[in-house]
């Protein structure tokens, strides 16, 4: 595992953007058009951006999957930020989405422990080496760095086959929600 530079976010964008190109809660905020796929890469650039100041941009060794960690308690509201939000309303969510997008976002936020988390927000991995451990190794490693920081990880599927995969790993599901597609929360709890 290693960390991201800045000089690594077409990559990351890219294997997440593809990742993520059929995700249900991903699709539920981009506008769905002849440009969904530019601005699925947007929001992944956004995501990238946004860990970067505020988290860790996390890449398997063999460079081939990737994780965006934010850090909540460390994630503040400036110009910057304003204007990034403002860019991905115009040019991938429109205004409606980003509107059910903050409801969601509020809605899921007064759940979280109130521990410090380690928020998992995105990971994936190319379709070439999915099955392949790529996954499994970097998840490993995630739980690894976050129980060192004494964090509880918190994350949210829409992806049902995924669940079992997550809960191999010791997270458990804390919360489910119907926003016209089934949205789960699940932690897992630093080990005593």
Known sequence: MTKATYSDKSLVVDILAKSFADNRSVNYIIKQDRK????LKRLMEYSFDTCFTYGEIILSDDRKGCALIIF???K????KSILSD????????GINNAIKAMKRESTIKKLHPKELIYYLWFIGVTSSQQHKGTGSNLLNEIIVEATAQKRIICLETSTLQNIPWY??????IY?????????????RELLK
């Not at 503040?76 to 110009?79: K, L, R």
């Not at 403002?86 to 969510?93: A, G, R």
């Not at 489910?176 to 699940?186: H, I, N, P, Q, S």
Request: proline residues 3%; charged residues 25%.
């Open 72 to 74: 909540p308690e460390k």
């Open 167 to 172: 809960q191999k790993f010791g997270f458990t």
């Open 86 to 93: 403002v860019k991905l309303i115009i040019f991938c969510t």
């Open 175 to 187: 919360r489910e929600f119907d926003f016209g597609y089934g949205l789960y929360c699940l932690k």
């Open 76 to 79: 503040i509201t400036t110009f």
């Open 36 to 39: 969904k796929i530019s601005r």
